[in-house]
């Protein structure tokens, strides 16, 4: 049997209805032969749009012409322009794809039929309950499952009559936080409350009702609910939600089916909708006739028992991690202390790849006082480094590879039913890498997941800034050092470069060298042709003194037009030898270069033993005194100082 490489895009796995699907998408890829990659984004949670156009960057992870099919749920991603080229790129690749929920017409598809589902819940409101005044959750106002139930839902307030105001209803984002924000909003806005909310999903139910609760209102009595989606577990909650139910887990497991049929040549059918089904519970005054079983509470008392052990458990790891990385002093440690975290987590597999350009440095006076981040890596290199490779319990060496290929070498196997999932690192907009995880003891969807990629890209970020301000502060003792005129050293770096040398010296009684160069008829250049031409004859004479000195001398432009050396253990023919190598220079580029002047130096050397009470300066100074001699025996021309 053929493996397959199957590609799935989702936001926000952390809730249950993307947390249902995935599980059966893992239950069918063994089944099917496939290898399942995950591309996550955690969006619209921190309202933060830097954030998040950081993380929609996993979607330009993948190479779609690499993989045989995909399976999308784009429906969770609320931001259109991004979903348009998720499309445009797997039309371009020409590989299958499942769209569960939203129905893209090129697209095999998976769904619902919102619109019944909606009419069912809203008449049972009105022809069981006798509710005519209503205020209404919405999902995002763009999202196409939003608006087939909001239009459902309009049609049956028509057809029976009722009417409603737009400020009772409120545009959320299938979030949690969307349910209270929606009841604030109300008790602002509206200038009475309503008999019943309908709401496009559980979460922003349950939510809503912990809002009225809290401003006094009594459910279902004053203020009757319900959901969609059924995603909140019977008995899970503080009353049992109306809602409607259905079969998520199955929308996984039919999208690898599907794929699978069409990969073998069976011709599935382009679309399939699933049965749902209405549940009338608690939060609108109802009961569904269901008996009542104590085994039952007791399994989810246990169940929540354990999850809430298992965020505890989260959580110290998150704390601890994070505490560990913000110790790290270098990048060495960053990863020791990583690869510390990882093998206590203990994996089946885990990739840290990071861009190229992860721990570059964009410095651009102007736009950086402006804010202006048009500077800042924003893709994916073209190739990673995999700083961490784990699996199998083992560390794999650091390598590098094409970012395409998403995972080393070393996890390449003919075994079939793995299931990756790849997280962006990132800092606002600044790409950063990603992360590919093979499940783990610790749950992925799960919301502390979330906090644990958040925790691992700031610290990540934090290395990156430490690196450059490490690379700032030599860049700030080069400019101390280095004379930026002519490139060599100043009398800052000449100090720093010989101090050591010239202790040395002194306590072992060694001998020192000290010369005094300086240029002649700099004036004279200047004057008759620019200072310009005087600036090029400077470091004319800083470009001969490179080539000049290659025993282990120190130089430095000492200021203007002069120049000193220092040398340890020189004697008398080393210094002449160092002086005719200068002048040979000096002759050899008059010859070669067709220059207007004539470049021309004066030297003049020491050679002393130091002691304790002799500052280096002082022989400097005994060197520029020979070095004026050996000058005014010159000849007078007009290339010599006057």
């Not at 045989?68 to 931001?79: K, R, S």
């Not at 299931?419 to 995880?437: K, N």
Request: with cysteine; net charge negative.
């Amino acid at each position: 049997m053929n493996k397959y490489k199957i590609a799935v895009i989702i936001a926000s796995i952390d809730q249950s209805y993307q947390s249902s699907i995935l599980n059966g998408i893992e239950e069918a890829a063994a089944e099917y032969s496939m290898d399942i990659f995950v591309f996550v984004s955690f969006i619209g949670t921190l309202g933060n749009p830097g954030h998040d156009t950081g993380e929609f960057n996993i979607f330009s992870l993948p190479d779609f012409s690499e993989f045989d099919g995909a399976v999308l749920l784009t429906n969770t991603i609320d931001h259109p322009p991004v979903v348009r080229n998720i499309f445009a790129r797997i039309r371009q690749a020409g590989i299958p794809a499942v769209s569960i929920d939203n129905d893209v017409p090129d697209m095999f598809h998976i769904g619902i039929d919102n619109d019944t589902a909606m009419r069912r819940i809203t008449e049972h409101f009105i022809k069981v309950h006798n509710v005519k005044k209503f205020n209404y959750i919405s999902g995002p106002r763009y999202n196409p499952e939003s608006s087939d139930r909001l239009c459902a839902f309009f049609n049956v307030l028509e057809e029976n009559h009722i009417e409603i105001e737009s400020d009772r209803i409120y545009y959320g984002d299938f979030r949690a936080p969307s349910g209270k924000n929606a009841v604030e909003y109300f008790l602002k806005r509206n200038p009475s409350m309503p008999e019943a909310i309908i709401c496009a999903n559980d979460v922003m139910a349950a939510t809503a009702i912990n809002r009225l609760s809290a401003a006094g209102y009594k459910i279902p009595s004053e203020i009757k609910v319900s959901g969609f989606d059924d995603t909140y577990s019977k008995h899970n909650y503080q009353m049992e939600l109306t809602s409607v139910e259905r079969p998520l887990k199955k929308s996984g497991r039919l999208a690898c089916k599907m794929l699978y049929e069409y990969f073998t040549g069976q011709n599935p059918q382009r679309s399939i909708i699933l049965d749902m089904s209405p549940k009338f519970r608690e939060s609108c005054g109802c009961c569904d006739n269901e008996p009542f079983d104590i085994q039952e509470f007791k399994t989810v008392n246990y169940t929540n028992y354990r999850k809430y052990e298992n965020i505890n458990a989260y959580m110290s790891v998150v704390n601890k991690l994070s505490c560990d990385l913000q110790d790290c002093g270098s990048f060495r440690q960053y990863i020791a202390s990583f690869k510390k975290f990882v093998a206590d987590m203990n994996p089946e597999e885990f990739y840290f790849c990071l861009c190229e350009n992860w721990d570059s440095e964009v410095f651009d006076e102007k736009n950086d006082l402006s804010n202006n981040n048009k500077n800042v890596p924003s893709e994916f290199t073209e190739n990673v480094i995999v700083e961490i490779a784990y699996s199998n319990g083992v560390f794999h060496d650091k390598t590098v590879m094409k970012t395409r290929e998403l995972i080393p070498e070393c996890a390449r196997s003919s075994d079939a039913g793995k299931m990756y999932y790849f997280i962006p690192l990132h800092f606002g907009e600044r790409c950063l890498g990603f992360m590919a995880i093979r499940m783990t003891k610790l749950p992925l969807h799960n919301s502390m997941f979330q906090s644990w990629c958040i925790t691992i890209s700031n610290s990540l970020e934090n290395m990156r800034k430490l690196i450059c301000l490490d690379l700032a502060v030599q860049r700030l003792g080069r400019l101390y050092t280095k004379d930026t005129f002519t490139g060599i050293l100043n009398r800052n770096g000449f100090v720093q470069a010989t101090t050591d040398i010239y202790n040395a010296c002194v306590s072992e009684k060694r001998e020192i060298m000290l010369m005094f160069i300086d240029l002649d008829g700099l004036k004279v250049i200047n004057d008759t042709y620019g200072h310009d031409v005087g600036d090029e004859a400077i470091c004319a004479i800083a470009d001969i003194l490179t080539v000049s000195c290659k025993n282990n001398e120190v130089f430095c432009r000492f200021g203007g037009d002069e120049f000193i050396i220092f040398a340890a253990d020189y004697n008398d023919d080393d210094a002449k030898r160092l002086t005719e190598i200068i002048k040979e220079n000096i002759e050899k580029k008059n010859s070669t270069e067709d220059k207007a002047y004539k470049l021309s130096a004066s030297t003049g050397y020491v050679i002393v033993t130091p002691t304790e009470k002799n500052d280096i300066f002082r022989f400097v100074t005994e060197a520029d005194k020979i070095m004026y001699k050996e000058k005014r025996r010159k000849k007078r021309s007009k290339y010599l100082k006057s």
